[in-house]
């Protein structure tokens, strides 16, 4: 927990610092060197238009905002997942229901979150299959999680493993986990409908 909040923090503390810096040239020198160039055609041409213009700064921040509210995606999705892979019972990576909600701390991504919710609810699957990509990920170095990706959607429809990925963790000699053995075992409880 204490590692939860220690990179909540620093990711939070990275956003703020983005979003209070700037991000064009600054505004001082460029200010000073317009006024001193208008005060001197003014001095030559005082009926010009340009003469009778108020001077206006621009408010707009919607660089600065999409910048600010990338990072904050981008760093609950890396929290998300080192949190998840450093659980010492059950480490594994994040499915998809959940790095959907991790997106949504920036808002853009909140529609997407509530899709991934309507279509793709955890279940004993789901979360196999994150453990098995974490797994195949640690024993061989590569992150080619293709064939993870594909066993969400059978996961997520069936809530139970597809035979080809079956295939795979036998070809790769990768066995199922205690924890989906378990609740495979336990029987599952319907709503009535």
Request: proline share 5%.
């Amino acid at each position: 927990m204490r590692k939860f909040i220690t990179l909540s923090l620093m990711s939070l503390a990275l956003a703020l610092g983005v979003v209070m810096s700037q991000t064009s040239q600054s505004n001082a020198w460029e200010g000073y060197y317009y006024k001193f160039k208008l005060a001197k055609f003014c001095k030559y041409h005082p009926t010009s238009h340009k003469c009778f213009k108020s001077e206006t700064r621009s408010h707009n921040h919607n660089g600065q905002w999409a910048v600010a509210c990338g990072i904050a995606a981008a760093g609950a999705e890396m929290i998300g997942a080192a949190v998840h892979g450093s659980d010492k019972k059950d480490p594994r990576e994040s499915t998809i229901f959940e790095a959907g909600w991790y997106a949504s701390a920036c808002p853009v991504f909140l529609p997407w979150s509530l899709l991934v919710s309507a279509t793709c609810p955890d279940n004993q699957a789901t979360y196999e299959v994150a453990r098995q990509a974490w797994r195949y990920g640690k024993k061989t170095g590569t992150y080619n999680l293709a064939v993870f990706t594909d066993a969400y959607g059978p996961a997520c429809r069936t809530g139970t493993l597809a035979p080809e990925f079956l295939a795979f963790l036998k070809a790769n000699h990768m066995p199922l986990s205690s924890f989906y053995l378990s609740a495979k075992s336990k029987p599952v409880l319907h709503a009535r409908g």
